[in-house]
């Protein structure tokens, strides 16, 4: 896809992140303030950093974010931010919670994981579900009760069985419009609070 070198382009520049969907993130914790200092941070779909970054700038040095992606990241947090432990790993292996246990358990897990789009909206979607889906069964097993789990997932048919889907795992979920998304988008971000526990 075409970057648009719109607003949120160049400020994610100015601000030294590399990617514009910093913003996506920040909103939402503006908003509902589910990162705390001190927390354990999960960044699932990590790459190419900027939630990590911002992720580490919330829970300072008292916290750690753990990004996984199946893309390498070279960066680093800023002085004060908790460190970033970055890992190579495909989300659909079997043995992925196990190869986190010296992590467990997070306070939050995000994931802006997204499908190579391939112009077809239903196939996109149903990728996007399937990513999403497993997004949530990480979070169920690696939050602590009371976690928290923002995700990303395309507009679609099964989008409301898989808001249901959080809303039973979670107290409380909200559905978020980033005013950063692009108007065309069909991203939203579904946001869980207050994990029931296992």
Same mark, same amino acid.
């Given at each position: 896809?075409?970057?648009? *070198?719109?607003?949120?382009?160049?400020?994610?520049? *100015?601000?030294?992140? @590399?990617?514009? =969907?910093?913003?996506?993130?920040?909103?939402? *914790?503006?908003?509902?303030?589910?990162?705390?200092? $001190?927390?354990?941070?999960?960044?699932?779909?990590?790459?190419? $950093?900027?939630?990590?970054?911002? /992720?580490?700038?919330?829970? $300072?040095?008292?916290?750690?974010?753990?990004?996984? %992606?199946?893309?390498? =990241?070279?960066?680093? /947090?800023?002085?004060?931010?908790?460190?970033?432990?970055?890992?190579?790993?495909?989300?659909?292996?079997?043995?992925?919670? #196990?190869?986190?246990?010296? #992590?467990?358990?997070?306070?939050?897990?995000?994931?802006?994981? /997204?499908?190579?789009?391939?112009?077809?909206? &239903?196939?996109?979607?149903?990728?996007?579900? !399937?990513?999403?889906?497993?997004?949530? /069964?990480?979070?169920?097993? #690696?939050?602590?009760?009371?976690?928290?789990?923002?995700?990303?997932?395309? *507009?679609?048919? %099964?989008? @409301?069985? &898989?808001?249901?889907?959080?809303?039973? =795992? &979670?107290?409380?979920?909200?559905?978020?419009?980033?005013? =950063?998304? +692009?108007?065309?988008?069909?991203?939203? &971000?579904?946001?869980?609070? !207050?994990? +029931?526990?296992?």
């Amino acid at each position: 896809m075409k970057k648009v *070198q719109d607003y949120y382009f160049k400020k994610a520049k *100015q601000e030294n992140y @590399p990617a514009r =969907s910093i913003y996506k993130l920040e909103e939402a *914790q503006q908003k509902h303030h589910f990162m705390k200092p $001190g927390d354990k941070v999960l960044d699932l779909g990590c790459h190419p $950093g900027s939630w990590s970054l911002y /992720a580490a700038k919330i829970v $300072g040095a008292g916290g750690v974010v753990v990004g996984v %992606d199946l893309q390498k =990241s070279n960066i680093a /947090a800023a002085a004060g931010a908790a460190r970033i432990e970055f890992i190579r790993l495909d989300i659909f292996d079997a043995g992925f919670i #196990s190869l986190l246990a010296d #992590s467990l358990p997070f306070q939050v897990v995000i994931s802006d994981l /997204a499908p190579k789009t391939s112009g077809n909206k &239903f196939t996109d979607h149903l990728k996007s579900i !399937e990513l999403s889906r497993r997004a949530l /069964a990480i979070a169920c097993r #690696s939050l602590c009760r009371g976690g928290h789990f923002y995700c990303k997932v395309f *507009q679609g048919e %099964d989008f @409301p069985d &898989f808001v249901n889907e959080v809303r039973q =795992s &979670f107290s409380k979920t909200k559905i978020v419009k980033p005013k =950063s998304s +692009r108007v065309e988008s069909r991203e939203v &971000f579904v946001l869980g609070l !207050e994990f +029931r526990g296992r």
